[in-house]
């Protein structure tokens, strides 16, 4: 397998003019279509050809979510009561109404486990960890986990980046690497409150003041002038960049373009159904992304301070970030800024709207409309955290960081339908059954899905070769 080598610079002057509003965005477009592909083809027929991954940060409680235990002690117990799903013998709490009434089209992993040291202790590398599927560190910056899908299957939509990060706006996005895969591979994120009416993805079309006339001459143009490369000239570069500039006037120039990340040509039920507010419309861009033909989009969202819902401002009083680190009052009404306390400060206790509330309106809206439209079949969808909660509740009425179990959910692609796999304790800190699953395995599962064949390493532009989810192994269970 040939290496990666850098996507090439171009000189200022070849891109005056072209309205695309700062060329700069290009580097995190993600989507050269075959260029630069480490391979065309995968060497086996996956399940699966997109992938929807939804990264709630932070560490969601596995307690008070997907592994109830009405036994464990009453002081450290959560006050969220177990209640049956649509699948006999499965239980979530009832935090998760709304998703328990889909539960036969999930598999429930209950025996994640993250065990290298020195990351549960930290969010960006937790979150980086999710992101790359790899535990950050190593002697390489290895590239996330959708960098690599969209430089060896490349792009299904030529109007739409390959990769999308929907909003890509908390500070745990910057973990979002390309590592040592050329810069048109990076993550596109989308940016802004998708709850604001008005919002829009910028640089997605021409500028006012160029007609697609005036546009298609300067593009002409571009076969006239001396493009200039940071390095030598060869054949693989020049096609890269060749792929490059195609991939932007499919960008600007096809309607489809916006169309795909328009929010408002969606009926007012389905947006409704999801939820007004931010978590909810970033969860339906994701599939509208899907729909459209990305090949791999992850949706990493936390309701804002300041948000919208039904078209009316509204302001969560106390809420800086809101994501699910929950270590101060994560039962609180509100939120969680009680007298002395710690990091948990800013967000609204688990059981509120703007936490789990959204979320499980989201969700299951998320998977029973993909169903409906025939997604699943083809899609893998994941609900990821970097971590869980500890089971027992601190001094300040909130649960720790908890890397020894927690809890992942899976649909589609061929995921077998109403699954529990793996157990724990009574106390929910400890796996109990025989399997227990990695980072690196959810890794490897995603690439054994899409086909991909992890016996060929990808190559470093100094040609080392890097081996993907080197320890890991596909989760068995999600594969029927």
Request: charged share 20%; hydrophobic share 35%; glycine share 10%.
């Amino acid at each position: 397998m040939h290496s990666h080598s850098h996507v090439p610079l171009l000189r200022r002057r070849s891109f005056i003019g072209l309205g695309l509003g700062g060329l700069a965005h290009l580097a995190g477009f993600g989507s050269l279509p075959t260029a630069l592909a480490a391979a065309a083809t995968p060497s086996r027929k996956g399940r699966a050809k997109q992938v929807l991954v939804i990264f709630e940060q932070g560490g969601v409680s596995q307690i008070d979510t997907w592994d109830p235990k009405p036994d464990a002690p009453t002081e450290h117990r959560s006050p969220f009561k177990p209640i049956s799903t649509v699948v006999p013998g499965m239980q979530f709490t009832e935090l998760l109404s709304k998703t328990a009434k889909v539960a036969d089209r999930l598999t429930v992993v209950r025996c994640m486990t993250q065990p290298t040291p020195g990351i549960g202790d930290s969010h960006p590398k937790g979150s980086q960890y999710i992101f790359s599927g790899e535990a950050p560190g190593g002697a390489v910056e290895m590239p996330d986990i959708s960098s690599v899908v969209a430089s060896i299957l490349g792009t299904q939509a030529e109007f739409l980046p390959s990769n999308i990060l929907v909003p890509g706006t908390s500070e745990q996005a910057a973990t979002s690497h390309v590592g040592f895969l050329p810069p048109g591979y990076a993550v596109f994120k989308t940016g802004g409150n998708l709850a604001d009416p008005k919002w829009q993805v910028p640089n997605l079309g021409l500028m006012a003041d160029i007609a697609p006339e005036r546009f298609k001459q300067r593009r002409d143009l571009l076969s006239n002038l001396d493009v200039g490369f940071a390095h030598s000239g060869n054949v693989k570069d020049i096609d890269a960049m060749h792929a490059l500039l195609q991939q932007a006037e499919n960008m600007l120039t096809n309607p489809r373009t916006r169309e795909a990340f328009d929010l408002a040509r969606e009926p007012e039920s389905m947006r409704t159904r999801y939820g007004m507010g931010h978590r909810g419309q970033c969860y339906l861009l994701g599939r509208k992304l899907i729909e459209s033909g990305v090949r791999f989009v992850t949706v990493d969202v936390r309701e804002p301070r300041q948000s919208w819902v039904d078209g009316k401002d509204t302001s969560y009083d106390g809420g800086t970030n809101m994501n699910w680190d929950h270590h101060d009052a994560i039962y609180s009404t509100s939120h969680t800024n009680i007298p002395n306390g710690g990091p948990g400060a800013g967000r609204w206790g688990i059981g509120t709207w703007p936490m789990m509330g959204s979320t499980d309106q989201a969700f299951s809206a998320l998977i029973e409309d993909m169903d409906q439209r025939g997604l699943l079949d083809e899609t893998l969808v994941c609900f990821v955290t970097e971590f869980g909660r500890t089971p027992k509740v601190n001094d300040r009425q909130g649960r720790d960081h908890w890397t020894h179990s927690f809890s992942f959910a899976f649909a589609g692609a061929g995921v077998p339908r109403g699954q529990l796999v793996g157990s724990t304790d009574r106390d929910g800190g400890y796996i109990t059954s025989s399997m227990a699953y990695t980072i690196e395995d959810y890794a490897a599962t995603i690439y054994e899905k899409l086909g991909i064949d992890r016996t060929k390493p990808l190559h470093t532009a100094a040609n080392r070769p890097i081996m993907l989810a080197s320890k890991g192994r596909p989760i068995p269970e999600l594969f029927v």
